[in-house]
């Protein structure tokens, strides 16, 4: 394969005008041009990536930091992070942290090292505020997604969790429930804390007493949602409405509502948070009313952001909040 200097040669030109004329730079005339990307052609000259990188002092990556890849909610996320790199010409190098605090250090140092123009990561788990604050130490150029460590000073992409559960709770009270309960999902996750305080203030603010069961806690799998759910009503409480935290858990308990041989939504009406539900779901299951999440527009948007801080470095860090939808399905008139 030609080098440059062998191209710049044959041409009968300089270097720099070949640099020029690979990385599509002004500053050359267009006889030369068209003659050193005929020379060019003719060799089927590739550029050393890694030496472009170089030059330009930049590797036209961006690095992606996620729990775990094959998890089908984020399949919206991913393919905002990869439709916007794209779009900028950007390659997406997305790793798998398969929930493990080390894995994803270990891949925060391997993007840190030259090797990406910044860096991507998602989660909102309270172990990760770790991971978070290695990531803002060590690269200028990074955004969070989910994620918001206190008094660290880095560009976000949130969801307004809060809004949403009270958007979701208000609903199940302005159609005529006031035996509402809220199983939450994980309470590791900041996610999960924001949800069930915003079911708490709109109980609060619509005058709704909060009752000893009127909390339950759970987790994101949907057999011990199930199991609370079951629990409640063999204790012989009859909740009419539901809010859950997730929507997996919320089909756990759609589960043990009606094997009680209760009515959806006669008796109880359920309102689930992520809209991530599983084709095969709603084949079984009434079709679960939910908080839509905006992934793929919040995905878009964490690439945009990044690249507006590598392009206006002295720019402060900047917070983006996305708000939930409320998708009315049959669990919920």
């Known amino acids: 394969m030609a080098t440059i200097s062998e191209i710049a040669k044959e041409a009968n030109v300089s270097r720099t005008l070949v640099s020029r004329v690979l990385n ?3 500053g050359v005339s267009p006889e030369n041009r068209q003659k050193i990307l005929e020379v060019i052609e003719k060799h089927n000259y590739v ?30 996320l991913i393919t905002g992070l990869q439709d916007a790199g794209e779009e900028h010409g950007y390659n997406m190098l997305f790793c798998s942290g398969r929930n493990d605090i080390h894995t994803r250090m270990k891949y925060v140092d391997y993007f840190t090292q030259g090797r990406t123009d910044g860096i991507i990561a998602y989660g909102s788990n309270r172990q990760d505020e770790e991971l978070f604050r290695s990531i803002a130490a060590k690269s200028v150029n990074c955004v969070l997604i989910e994620g918001s460590p206190d008094n660290c000073k880095v560009n976000k992409i949130l969801l307004d969790n809060f809004r949403g559960a009270y958007t979701a709770t208000e609903h199940l009270i302005k159609q005529g429930h006031h035996n509402i309960i809220h199983i939450t999902n994980d309470m590791n996750y900041d996610v ?55 929507d997996k858990p919320a089909y756990g308990v759609l589960r043990a509502a009606i094997e009680a041989g209760l009515t959806i939504p006669g008796d109880l009406a359920v309102i689930g948070f992520d809209d991530d539900t599983p084709v095969s779901r709603d084949m079984i299951f009434p079709g679960l009313s939910t908080m839509r999440q905006p992934l793929y527009e919040m995905g878009k948007a964490g690439v945009e952001l990044l690249l507006d801080g590598i392009a206006h470095p002295e720019r402060e860090a900047e917070t983006q909040t996305f708000e939930a939808e409320l998708i009315l399905r049959d669990t919920c008139r």
Do not use: W
């Not at 915003?198 to 799998?221: E, K, N, T, W």
């Open 192 to 246: 999960s804390l924001e949800r069930l305080n915003g079911f708490v203030q709109a109980m609060h603010d619509y005058r709704i007493p909060l009752g000893p069961d009127s909390i339950v806690y759970a987790d994101c799998f949907e057999q011990v949602a199930y199991q609370q759910m079951k629990r409640l009503l063999t204790e012989g409480k009859k909740p009419d409405a539901c809010f859950v935290g997730a």
């Open 47 to 76: 550029p050393n990536g890694l030496a472009r990188a170089l030059v330009l002092q930049k590797t036209m990556t961006i690095g992606v930091v996620m729990d775990d890849l094959c998890n089908d909610f984020f399949f919206d």
């Open 24 to 26: 599509n730079k002004p």
